[in-house]
């Protein structure tokens, strides 16, 4: 038996999937997703020159909101970021919006979401200004709640210090706690956060008026023992979906069950079951808008600044840049464990040849001679 996962979900509604209310462009990334390693989309047969293993092969739909193709964009982002480390404290810091915003981040999502960047972004400039340093920051977007509510926030890595005007890095001491005042942040962002939605022409007084009565919540957590912990660290968060599909449970004719976390009962694993539609409705809701970009770096460690100045930053830290050494398992044979699978042949969606069908053993005629 097939463990569940969205593609199940998608599969399983079929054509009602039309009857929810789905905008052409939603559904044409939850078709992809279906298709992901199917015949849908071709494919290839490998073979293993070392114990001539033969295997077919799918392929991907490489979307970024596919629960199956994220690990190896995980990996390659991670590889580049180790390259950029400096040898300072970093903390991770959370910027949540409030759920009034919600109705709002369902008409108009790249107007919200740019502002969260915006906003948080000009919150820590602003406080790193009184300390006259240059501060840096990348900031990853995540629009989803356990239960797939929209919860739109973005998580933060931010370097314990910053660039002065000479060019040479400060420390900040922190004593555990984070570079500045969490509730003092808290009270800019939101004004940031406000200031940023009236220069895009939005007018509504009573929205805003609301947005100030209530509290907003940004989140630091204590400072990493190792800068090469950030990176692992941070690999959680990067290319993260919606939902991951070890968390559905159960995919029946009628619902479908997944765990969450309840927070309100301290992080307790819970099950909620959902009808087909209402899931799918719910899972495309974290479709992002067309190239919208959900990973940005800012300041010290934007790409502009990195590119000039980063280098002598390290070597003023006495970082050593080690040669970047790829890691992947995309061509190891699943049996041997080797490197050495090669392509033998490519498919269209009529699927592979026949004398190739049901075969996953070795082959002797493939091995190494």
Request: with cysteine.
């Amino acid at each position: 038996m097939c463990e569940a996962e969205v593609a199940t979900v998608l599969q399983g509604i079929g054509s009602g999937i039309e009857q929810i209310g789905l905008s052409s462009y939603q559904l044409q990334h939850l078709r992809a997703i279906k298709e992901c390693r199917t015949s849908a989309l071709g494919g290839h047969v490998d073979a293993c020159t070392s114990c001539g293993t033969v295997r077919i092969s799918y392929n991907s739909c490489r979307n970024r909101h596919c629960p199956k193709c994220q690990g190896h964009k995980r990996e390659l982002w991670i590889q580049k970021r180790e390259q950029e480390l400096l040898a300072v404290p970093y903390f991770h810091v959370v910027f949540t919006l409030p759920s009034e915003l919600n109705t709002l981040a369902m008409h108009q999502p790249k107007l919200v979401y740019d502002a969260l960047f915006s906003g948080a972004w000009q919150t820590l400039q602003a406080f790193g200004a009184t300390r006259q340093l240059q501060m840096g920051m990348i900031a990853i977007l995540h629009t989803w709640g356990q239960q797939l509510s929209l919860h739109p926030h973005l998580h933060c890595i931010v370097p314990g210090g910053g660039v002065m005007k000479n060019g040479r890095f400060k420390a900040m001491r922190c004593d555990g706690k984070f570079l500045f005042s969490v509730k003092a942040m808290s009270k800019m962002f939101r004004a940031k956060y406000v200031s940023e939605l009236r220069s895009q022409g939005i007018k509504d007084k009573e929205l805003f008026d609301c947005l100030f009565t209530k509290p907003w919540v940004v989140y630091a957590k204590r400072p990493f023992g190792h800068p090469q912990s950030v990176i692992e660290y941070l690999g959680r968060y990067t290319h993260k979906v919606a939902i991951s599909n070890s968390r559905i449970k159960q995919v029946s004719e009628r619902e479908v069950v997944f765990s969450y976390k309840d927070y309100k009962t301290g992080g307790k694993v819970k099950e909620m079951a959902l009808s087909h539609g209402e899931f799918v409705r719910r899972f495309a809701r974290h479709i992002l808008p067309h190239r919208f970009v959900r990973i940005r770096h800012f300041g010290i460690l934007s790409s502009t600044w990195k590119r000039n100045k980063l280098a002598a930053l390290q070597a003023q830290l006495h970082i050593k840049r080690q040669a970047v050494e790829v890691r992947t398992k995309l061509h190891c044979c699943p049996y041997c464990k080797t490197p050495t699978m090669v392509t033998l042949l490519t498919f269209g969606e009529r699927g592979p040849p026949k004398q190739y069908l049901g075969i996953s053993q070795p082959i002797v005629s493939c091995a190494k001679s």
